[in-house]
């Protein structure tokens, strides 16, 4: 890709920018949440066209014009939300578009079933062909959909996050796949904010910055803080760069609640001012808490008291009243209306207190005037506050979540994984809007399974093994070791 520029109403998305992708190389493209990387994607899909420059394969110009014009050109792209039918069986999906036909024109459905073992055998998945693909993890649904690229003779493999959604057992079954698949003469262009990923997989690098290229350099020749500095444009070493802060009143107090089927009894005390971490492994009960503090689910035992006073939360509604608030771990899935504006999204809360309304009739000017000040306060990068979430990048569309929550000023803020999926530039600027929330007296829990974030954010931390509070550090205790010892139960002491 030479020279290659890409506009849309009111957004610059690329500027002249270059990319080029060798056969049996892994070449990670790396940048912040809208440097572009997604309009890049899309146009290697058949998605989107650039207004000028020009893309070759093979040394030949190509005009990319539609999504199956780029398989046929040999492109495949795994998205982050993969590309498959869950209703569908593992062999369904894998002849998706291209079904065998009898010679009376139904479907030959023994032909449908040797071609999927055959295609699966290819991958080394260990897949049964006729397992509903809805059943299967994520990292298996991944693999099914690496099979169908590589049984459709794609050249070029595109990972757009791939393992955003995986256990460490499944993304180290990925890294084995996509090692093999450059092996075998592949390119294979790699799309990760993850470090450590990069410098295990990639035989080149390239940046983008603000919808321009920075530059490409092979891996050896880039230590991570280069990385990082050509991905921002400044210095991040002090990412986390945490000032003690000074706990108040209790705001939240937990004694022994849980919901009568695996998750408790839970004991925590969260203090104004205070950023108060929840560490553990996956499946430990670590949203299930959030999730009952909130009134997603009912609490059956144990009490809850918000400012020192007795709640009851039957839903989320009577935690919202009561000044609780709540960032779900899966944005797209649980927190945001992506067709809607950030406009609407940013005010759904105020809705439900009466916030920006008189007696049932909304007030436009004060709904303006609310939103105008997240976008400005949150820094949301975007063509105006009418602007569809579902254009945004991971890291404003995660900003809008939070302006959604300060729009309302809670007096205790849950944060499930509140960075997952953005670039080291958007985390800084949410670390920052968080310790401005302990500055300003909100009580903070903080989940996260980023250790070095669990640890560099929070004033103390907790953590949860088996649907409890297995142990509580202290800053000076918390450690990554000391963290997964009681996670794992290993650690004396442990609860």
């Known amino acids: 890709m030479s020279g290659v520029s890409k506009a849309f109403p009111g957004v ?85 578009g291209r079904e065998p036909r009898t010679r009376v024109g139904t479907l030959d459905r023994k032909r449908i079933q040797r071609d999927a073992v055959a295609k699966l055998d290819r991958v080394g998945g260990g897949i049964d062909p006729d397992a509903v693909l809805g059943t299967l993890s994520v990292g298996m649904q991944q693999v099914v959909e690496i099979a169908r690229a590589v049984a459709q003779n794609a050249r070029v493999l595109v990972l757009d996050e791939p393992t955003a959604a995986l256990s460490e057992t499944e993304a180290q079954r990925l890294f084995s796949l996509v090692e093999e698949m450059r092996d075998q003469g592949m390119g294979l262009l790699y799309i990760s904010h993850r470090m450590e990923e990069v410098y295990r997989l990639a035989d080149r690098i390239t940046v983008f910055r603000d919808g321009h290229w920075v530059g490409t350099s092979p891996r050896a020749e880039l230590e991570p803080q280069d990385i990082v500095t050509r991905m921002v444009g400044r210095d991040l070493s002090d990412l986390y760069a945490h000032e003690p802060h000074t706990p108040g009143e209790a705001m939240l107090e937990a004694e022994g609640i849980g919901d009568g089927a695996g998750i408790g009894p839970l004991d925590l005390t969260l203090r104004a001012g205070e950023i108060v971490g929840l560490g553990g492994l996956i499946g430990a009960g670590r949203t299930e808490a959030a999730q009952l503090i909130f009134g997603a689910e009912r609490i059956r035992t144990g009490r809850l008291r918000i400012g020192g006073q007795a709640v009851d939360h039957r839903s989320p509604i009577d935690a919202i009243r009561n000044g609780v608030g709540y960032v779900p771990e899966s944005r797209k899935e649980q927190a945001l209306f992506l067709e809607m504006s950030i406009r609407d999204n940013v005010v759904t809360t105020g809705l439900g207190l009466d916030q920006v309304s008189d007696f049932g009739v909304l007030r436009s000017g004060r709904i303006s005037q609310r939103v105008a000040a997240q976008v400005d306060a949150l820094r949301v990068r ?90 509580e550090l202290s800053r000076e205790e918390a450690t990554e070791e000391t963290v997964m010892l009681h996670a794992t139960g290993v650690a004396a002491g442990s609860r």
């Open 12 to 96: 610059q998305a690329l500027t002249d920018v270059e990319f080029e992708l060798h056969a049996g190389e892994i070449h990670a493209l790396m940048g912040e949440n809208g440097a572009g990387k997604s309009t890049l994607i899309k146009m290697l899909a058949g998605v989107h066209t650039p207004d000028v420059g020009t893309v070759e394969l093979d040394g030949r110009p190509v005009s990319i014009t539609t999504p199956q014009h780029a398989v046929d050109l040999g492109i495949a792209v795994i998205h982050q939300e993969l590309n498959l039918a869950p209703n569908l069986t593992v062999a369904q999906n894998l002849a998706l």
């Open 382 to 471: 975007c063509s105006s506050a009418l602007q569809r979430v579902a254009e945004l990048s991971g890291g404003n569309q995660q900003k809008v979540v939070l302006g959604r929550w300060l729009a309302i000023a809670p007096r205790v803020l849950l944060l499930d994984e509140p960075t997952r999926g953005v670039d080291i530039g958007a985390k800084q600027e949410i670390y920052r809007i968080i310790d401005r929330l302990a500055r300003d007296g909100v009580a903070v829990l903080l989940i996260s399974s980023d250790l070095p974030e669990l640890l560099g954010v929070s004033d103390r931390v907790l953590v949860m093994r088996n649907g409890s509070i297995a142990a």
